[in-house]
């Protein structure tokens, strides 16, 4: 799955399905995967996302 930059703090995936915002807390990086407009979770690395985004797909 490939992934376009949106911003410095979120991506979509090529198909539009899945996006993965980046906040920070306390200084600690956080990335929330989102499928439409469902919170699939919260994952301390962007390749953690990415990999729960290829099982859904």
Request: net charge positive; proline share 2%.
């Amino acid at each position: 799955m490939n992934w376009k930059k949106l911003s410095n703090y979120c991506i979509r995936s090529d198909c539009g399905r899945f996006r993965i915002a980046k906040w920070v807390c306390s200084g600690e990086p956080w990335y929330l995967l989102s499928d439409g407009d469902t919170t699939v979770g919260w994952y301390r690395k962007s390749d953690e996302a990415k990999e729960k985004a290829e099982e859904l797909q």
